[in-house]
Structures are given as structure tokens and as C-alpha cells.
């Protein structure tokens, strides 16, 4: 297959199934990352695989996080919130949080630079995931943003956490999709045919 067919092949597959990928495939995910473009080569990327009970306490620290932000209003639904924000993580058999780590040394570099390194970095990954023939999800939400999560992981409050890659083989068929087509929404300026 050619990169172009794989990245209109690659699909977020939601559903996995609990066979876990190989330590090799991992390794291998991981080091397609570390080829992304990178101005003045910094290498922001840094990587926590998170597998077994790893999975569990990291949810039970969001859990936690997202107790103490719930209101009395939602006492009834307050079980199940955290019962869901608890199990996040154990949807696949395998979570990468992949980050953007603050440069100090270097006044040139800027945050969103690094950023879109990280980002172009996590692109890698899932066209890799493809090519292995795994499931993959790239998510956030509330959890990438909170300090408390970042330190639990190892990280500063000034690093990005960028993903939350969860990997495993798919326990679903893949979904067809049509995405608006470039030429909608593109402008040509100063070219000639």
C-alpha cells in the first residue's frame, strides 16, 4: 500500500478488542514518531505507555480530578460519571500519552511549533497503527489539560499533553468516510496552468 492509500485508509476505531499489541509493535509505533518534522530539532516528543493496572490508577486520578469539579446538582448522575471517567482509559488494551515538553534552553523555539512537531509526531503513530493492522484512537479531553494528570505521568504544568493514543486490534469493521473534498476549500493565489 502506499502512504496516500494508507492515510485515505486510516480510520478511529473506537472498539478493540482485548488483545494487546506486541512490545515490538509499540517500539515501532514509537519510532515512527520520533521521524515528524521538527524545526531546530528539539525532539519535544516523550511518550508514557500505559498498559494493565497503569490504565486503572491513572482513572482513578481522573476520576478524583473530575469529583471535586462536579456539582451537587449532579448528585443522582454522580456514580456514574465517575464510573465512566473511571474506565476511560480501559477501552483499549493499550493507552500512549504522548506530550510536548516545554523548551527552556532555546529562546527560538516556540510552544506551537513544538506543538505541531508533537502533533505531526501522533500522525506518524496512527498511520503506523494502520499499516500494522491495529485499532486507534487519538483522544484528549478534560484529563490532557489538568495539572494534576500531567504530574501524575511525569510531566510539567508547562508541558502539552497532545494524546491520548489508544491501541489495540479492532473488534469492529472500519467506517466509510467522504471528507469534504480539498478543492472546497482551498484558494489558488498568483497560479497559472
Request: hydrophobic share 40%; aromatic share 8%.
Amino acid at each position: 500500500m502506499t502512504i496516500f492509500e494508507t492515510i485515505r485508509q486510516r480510520r478511529s476505531i473506537g472498539k478493540m478488542t482485548e488483545q494487546s499489541p506486541t512490545r515490538a509493535q509499540i517500539e515501532q509505533i514509537l519510532e515512527a514518531a520520533t521521524h515528524a518534522p521538527n524545526h531546530h530539532k528539539t525532539e519535544p516528543w516523550r511518550f508514557v505507555v500505559l498498559a494493565g493496572h497503569a490504565r486503572e490508577e491513572l482513572g482513578t486520578v481522573m476520576a478524583s480530578i473530575l469529583d471535586k469539579q462536579l456539582s451537587q446538582q449532579q448528585f443522582e448522575k454522580r456514580d456514574a460519571l465517575l464510573d465512566k471517567e473511571r474506565q476511560k482509559l480501559l477501552r483499549s488494551p493499550v493507552v500512549i500519552v504522548v506530550a510536548s515538553v516545554h523548551a527552556e534552553q532555546d529562546s527560538r523555539i516556540t510552544e506551537i511549533e513544538d506543538f505541531a512537531s508533537v502533533a505531526a509526531a501522533v500522525q506518524n503513530m496512527l498511520l503506523t497503527a494502520e499499516e500494522l493492522g491495529l485499532a486507534a484512537v487519538w483522544r484528549t479531553g478534560e484529563a490532557a489539560y489538568s495539572s494534576t494528570v500531567k504530574e501524575w505521568l511525569g510531566f510539567s504544568g508547562r508541558d502539552h499533553l497532545v494524546a491520548f493514543l489508544y491501541l489495540g486490534y479492532p473488534a469492529i469493521p472500519r467506517t466509510e468516510r467522504q471528507p469534504v473534498p480539498a478543492t472546497n476549500k482551498t484558494r489558488w493565489l498568483g497560479w497559472i496552468d
